[in-house]
């Protein structure tokens, strides 16, 4: 019985507990009443709904919904969920905790290198002894002495453990680590887009103000042009005055510089 309870509980989709069938509208009214009359966990539910019907046998405060501030408040506060036990404050335990052999300082505050340094330069003489070792001849069939590998092979994974100990102990570190860095590239990837955002915003103002320049000097060519056709009339050099005078615009507009027009006269 004790096993299918168990097996209930882990299964992904359980059934729903047994006393689903007392969330009945009756008994919720009676709980409402039950409310209004007296307190529900001090007094006796019977004497305070005796003139009520189908009063049940069972508490009727447990129709309540659970308190999560009393969960709250205990110095461990945790929850069972599949027959798996959670803590409401996630943390990490150490090794001592969890029954090993923890070889590295447990406070936080202090400075772990010297001791995983050591652990890891045991962990390489130890791996050459157990190298060594495999080289011996074996034991006698009834010798209980367990064999030297043996030895070496338990006190590698006790150093491990402590190695991999210590690098869980340092995840929230570098999970900190790692959303820094990814903040600062977010911010120099904004910090390109932005310049390169300005620049083409300049480029485009650029290329405004040239598109303005050039409407302008087309203006004043058009009414340059308009002025230069007038004529001087003088007798006997009408027709070189006009050409020299006509030739000399055209190359000033060629050009596209403007400095000052002189009309020859001779």
Same mark, same amino acid.
């Given at each position: 019985?004790?096993? =299918? ?17 007392? @969330? ?10 039950? #409310? ?18 189908? !009063?049940?046998?069972?508490? $009727? ?6 308190? %999560?501030?009393?969960?709250? /408040?205990?110095? =461990?506060? +945790? +929850? =069972? ?15 001592? /905790? ?5 070889? *590295? ?10 001791? $995983? ?9 130890? *791996?050459?002894? $157990? ?24 006190? %590698?994974? !006790?150093?491990?453990?402590? &190695?991999?100990?210590?690098?869980? =102990?340092?995840?929230? !570190?570098?999970? #900190? ?12 990837? #904004? ?38 056709? &007038?004529? !001087? ?9 006009? $050409?020299?005078?006509?030739? +000399?615009?055209?190359? @000033? ?5 403007? @400095? +000052? ?6």
């Amino acid at each position: 019985m004790q096993d =299918d309870h168990d097996t209930e509980l882990r299964n992904p989709f359980p059934s729903p507990p047994s006393h689903y069938t007392n @969330y009945t509208s009756h008994n919720i009214a009676l709980l409402a009443l039950l #409310r209004d009359r007296a307190d529900p966990s001090s007094v006796n539910q019977h004497q305070v709904l005796a003139d009520q019907s189908d !009063v049940p046998d069972w508490p $009727l405060v447990q129709l309540e919904k659970p308190r %999560i501030d009393w969960i709250l /408040e205990e110095e =461990d506060a +945790y +929850y =069972d969920v599949f027959g798996d036990r959670w803590f409401v404050k996630e943390r990490i335990p150490s090794l001592a /905790e969890l029954g090993g052999n923890q070889l *590295y300082p447990a406070e936080p505050n202090v400075d772990r290198r010297p001791a $995983l340094l050591s652990i890891l330069r045991s962990i390489l003489v130890t *791996y050459s002894a $157990l190298t060594a070792s495999l080289l011996l001849p074996p034991p006698p069939p009834d010798s209980t002495i367990p064999p030297e590998w043996q030895r070496h092979v338990e006190w %590698i994974t !006790v150093l491990s453990q402590n &190695i991999m100990a210590a690098a869980n =102990d340092l995840r929230p !570190v570098q999970a #900190r680590v790692n959303l820094e860095l990814m903040m600062k590239r977010q911010l120099e990837l #904004r910090r390109k887009e932005t310049k390169i955002l300005h620049a083409c915003v300049q480029h485009h103002l650029q290329k405004q103000k040239c598109d303005m320049l050039e409407a302008k000097l087309k203006l004043l060519r058009e009414q340059f042009q308009s002025q230069t056709k &007038i004529d !001087v009339q003088q007798p006997g050099s009408t027709s070189r005055r006009t $050409l020299s005078h006509v030739s +000399y615009s055209e190359s @000033y507009f060629s050009n596209g510089f403007p @400095y +000052y027009v002189r009309i020859l006269h001779k």
